[in-house]
């Protein structure tokens, strides 16, 4: 049963566009919110990461925001690139376990 | 680059025959993961290991085995390939405890005729 549910499937934004990717959780039992980002051929790699005691997190072009009581995350690209373009991952760690429960995926192009 | 390599990176298979997948680490890491991957479903974990002749099983289990005898290699054996299992397989290692960042291999694309 998938835990963990993202939205939009694709998404595509013109250059300096900012892409919203939203993710919600079904389950109060997480720790730990990874966002991982994938090119064509390649293994997933982290990119950004959320504990639940925090509401919003920044690095670089990148920020999640988190809403605790929606049981939501959301990743946000500032002033997107076309070397943006690629699959987005949200995850869910369960507490006190090293499994990754991961959404969907987001396909995001951005446009010249 | 987290030191993984997969091995193959790609193979075909027929249905009904037995394959087996090859993740090896360079650093030692006790925990290793893999998982599959198919459109529509993200990333969902096949097996998980936290040591050396120690797994458990993941949200997908069911027609995969694992094996670890030496801390580097994690196999992933699929014991009579069906369709079902046409996939990108990726495994991954934590290089601190079960709660640290997992980092991901290139992948090995799998297809079952």
């Known amino acids: 049963q998938q835990q963990v549910k993202q939205s939009p499937q694709s998404l595509i934004v013109q250059k300096g566009g900012i892409p919203i990717i939203n993710c919600a959780y079904e389950?109060?039992?997480?720790?730990?919110f990874p966002w991982y980002q994938q090119f064509p051929g390649k293994g997933p790699a982290l990119l950004i990461a959320?504990?639940?005691?925090?509401s919003e997190k920044k690095e670089g072009r990148f920020t999640i925001s988190f809403n605790k009581s929606a049981k939501q995350f959301s990743l946000h690209i500032m002033d997107s690139q076309p070397g943006d373009s690629a699959t987005y991952f949200c995850?869910?760690?369960?507490?006190?376990?090293?499994?990754?429960?991961f959404g969907q995926g987001t396909t995001l192009q951005v446009k010249p | 680059d987290a030191g993984i390599t997969q091995s193959p990176r790609h193979k075909v298979t027929e249905t009904g025959t037995p394959v087996t997948l090859r993740c090896h680490q360079t650093?030692?890491?006790?925990?290793m993961y893999w998982y599959r991957q198919d459109p529509g479903h993200g990333l969902r974990l096949i097996h998980y290991?936290?040591?050396?002749?120690?797994?458990d099983k993941g949200e997908v289990s069911d027609g995969y085995s694992v094996s670890r005898s030496k801390t580097e290699d994690f196999l992933l054996t699929l014991e009579s390939a069906t369709s079902s299992q046409t996939s990108v397989y990726f495994c991954?290692?934590?290089?601190?405890?079960?709660?640290?960042?997992?980092?991901f291999g290139p992948g090995t694309r799998l297809t079952v005729l």
């Open positions: 991954a290692i934590s290089r601190g405890g079960p709660g640290d960042t997992q980092y």
């Open positions: 389950n109060t039992a997480f720790d730990y």
């Open positions: 959320i504990r639940p005691d925090v």
């Open positions: 995850a869910a760690r369960p507490s006190n376990t090293g499994k990754l429960i």
């Open positions: 650093e030692n890491h006790r925990y």
């Open positions: 290991s936290y040591g050396v002749k120690d797994t």
